[in-house]
């Protein structure tokens, strides 16, 4: 299968005022369409950076990003790889610009200029979708964050991209807007078949991911299945990175003689695997 994004020795440099500080060397990787995939390291390791060269809101400094086939660097394809690779940032109320829910959805589709029947057509597909259709005729700026969250995703889906680029999209949330979010993204990877990459911190987070990539002072360090990466507690603090709880319950309850696997990474996991016993 063609991989719908693919970046070659990428590199990026940010200018600074003693010369270029860099972000990103030596970057290869692929990512195939239907995936979920983490992107994680440490502060500073250019995570972000290779998220907006994803979206060509940045672009490399050296070698070069594909998007469905389309090099990044082509300013005459940047409205197409953008319609491929929607971005979701960590602040929602960023990305709302209208008064109501409903137009805040259809703000990207009048741009396209479409006719109001299509417009709202899709945009009460994309509500419910989310299930945001009880609030469409709310005030954004009053819903919790996790609602506005909903919102920005379902602004971005209406444009019908192939992938969400998602920049720590629930940092800034509480449990229940977190949960609202990630359990409207596991929907839409699954049922939809949305690429998702997503930048996080949040370790249990990643887990959730089908694969994971470690970034660690601007290159890839580690890119695999989620349960390969994220169990290697040694390998993830030489990166300054903590595993997902599950793993650290999992050591502990192994030391008290339980026969648990390695492999296990999330609780929900852990607890199947511990309710499995007879």
Known sequence: MEPLIKAEEVEYHYPG??????????????????????????????KSTLLKLFNALLLPTGGKIMVGGRTTSDSSLVWEIRQDCGMVFQNPDNQMVATTVEEDVAFGLENLQLSHEKIRARVWEVLQNMNLSRWSQHAPHLLSGGQKQRVALAGVMAMCPRCLLLDEATSQLDLQGKTEVISSLHNLNQQEGITLVNVT??????????????????????????????????????WGLEPPPAVFLNRELKKRGMPLPENLITIEQLVNQICSWK
């Open 17 to 46: 005022p003693s010369g270029p500080i860099e972000a990103l060397e030596g970057v290869n990787l692929s990512i195939a369409p239907g995936e979920h995939v983490a992107l994680i390291g440490p502060n500073g390791s250019g």
């Open 201 to 238: 911190h949040f370790p249990e987070e990643a887990a959730l991911a089908d694969r994971v990539i470690v970034l660690y002072r601007g290159r890839v360090v580690k890119d695999g299945k989620a349960p390969e990466v994220l169990s290697n507690e040694q390998e993830l603090e030489s």
